[in-house]
């Protein structure tokens, strides 16, 4: 009687507390809760920590100000650091001496700070890993920043946990990176191209987007980034500067088609779709109202001034939903 009391008492106790971490609302959404993480549509930042006074930028607003607005999938470009007496990574674009952004470990720390204030939200990096720098430093700029301990780890080819289930297990930090992964070094910096495909991400004109398997060449995986930012070549040079004062167009109407198109071509809906200027776009339509759209959810909010608010439903897509990969 004692044992079956204690039972009964035991297993009330782990359901109760199980039930309070189930959590009921993920990336600020109810209804992504029970989706697996494979099947949302996120917003990205292309080059996410390059923003402030420079030519050369390709954002608005700092990091802490893009996941305010409801940024979660951030695109960064770890470089050796330029005064190569450390063994820091720093954020640089194209090269240290045009846009040097300070530290990673300054930026992760922006993003550790954030999901210790906001328990329900999944993150996602993508390093470009532009001087090939072992996984091992990149550990050291997390490890420095807190941010191990949030580190998620996928098998290849094995069906992604759902959100709920990736919030539970408090490890809501996804991580890729784009060369030299050593997953028996580092398990949770995952090699990209084994599980995300991109589109070509050197685009130079708004009526030229493609949706080809670019990264890695020809080789779909399960889950796919559209690149959807342009650039403009300075003459004479092999630098490339983004094209700042026509993001309100790309962002807009430009950027509704090319994601439909892939839809249609891929016959899936893109899993994360990265832009400059992600603040702007019109007042119909911006990025948020695109992918809320392709969730299939209504957005409330976002944009800088966080006043913007628009009906999915007038932006909805004609999604297919289909879980089989076919490449044209
Ligand atoms: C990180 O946060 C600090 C403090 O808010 C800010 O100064 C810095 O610019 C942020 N870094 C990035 C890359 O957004
Ligand atoms: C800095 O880089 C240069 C060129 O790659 C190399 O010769 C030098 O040894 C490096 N210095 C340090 C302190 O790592
Ligand atoms: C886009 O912004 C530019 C200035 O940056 C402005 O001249 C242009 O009228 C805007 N276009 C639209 C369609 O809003
Ligand atoms: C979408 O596809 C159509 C048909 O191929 C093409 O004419 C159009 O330019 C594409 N639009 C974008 C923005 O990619
Ligand atoms: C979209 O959501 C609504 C409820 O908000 C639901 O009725 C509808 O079936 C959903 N559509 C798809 C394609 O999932
Ligand atoms: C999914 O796509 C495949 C390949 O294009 C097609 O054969 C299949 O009919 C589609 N299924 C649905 C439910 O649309």
Request: hydrophobic residues 35%; negative net charge; contains cysteine.
């Amino acid at each position: 009687m004692l044992l079956y009391t204690f039972l009964v008492f035991a297993i009330i106790s782990i359901t109760l507390v199980k039930s309070q971490n189930v959590p009921t609302v993920c990336n600020g959404y109810a209804e992504f809760c029970n989706i697996p993480y494979s099947q949302i549509s996120f917003v990205a930042t292309h080059n996410s920590y390059a923003y402030g006074n420079n030519v050369a930028v390709n954002q608005n607003f700092d990091i802490p100000t893009q996941l305010k607005d409801g940024v979660r999938v951030f695109l960064l470009d770890g470089h050796k650091s330029p005064s190569n007496t450390s063994s820091e990574i720093e954020l640089c674009h194209q090269s240290c001496s045009l846009l040097d952004s300070g530290t990673a470990k300054n930026t992760l720390k922006n993003i550790t700070k954030f999901l210790q204030q906001n328990p329900n939200e999944v993150i996602t990096i993508f390093w470009e890993n532009f001087d090939n720098i072992a996984p091992i430093n990149y550990k050291t700029s997390y490890d420095q920043a807190g941010l191990t301990q949030y580190c998620f780890t996928q098998p290849v080819d094995e069906q992604w946990p759902t959100m709920a289930e990736i919030i539970q297990s408090g490890k809501r930090v996804i991580n890729f990176i784009d060369s030299n992964a050593n997953t028996d070094s580092v398990p949770w910096l995952m090699p990209e191209y084994s599980y995300v495909f991109e589109t070509p991400f050197e685009n130079f004109n708004s009526n030229a987007w493609q949706c080809t398997v670019d990264r890695p060449k020809d080789q779909p995986q399960q889950m796919y980034m559209i690149n959807h930012f342009l650039y403009n070549k300075i003459t004479n040079t092999n630098i490339e500067i983004p094209q700042r004062d026509s993001a309100n167009v790309t962002n807009a109407a430009n950027l509704a088609q090319h994601v439909q198109n892939c839809t249609n071509i891929f016959v899936q809906r893109p899993n994360y779709v990265a832009v400059d200027f992600y603040d702007k776009g019109n007042n119909n339509i911006n990025v948020f109202g695109i992918i809320a759209g392709l969730n299939n959810v209504s957005y409330i909010s976002g944009g800088t001034d966080g006043t913007k608010q628009s009906d999915a439903s007038s932006l909805k897509l004609n999604v297919q939903q289909n879980d089989s990969m076919h490449v044209e």
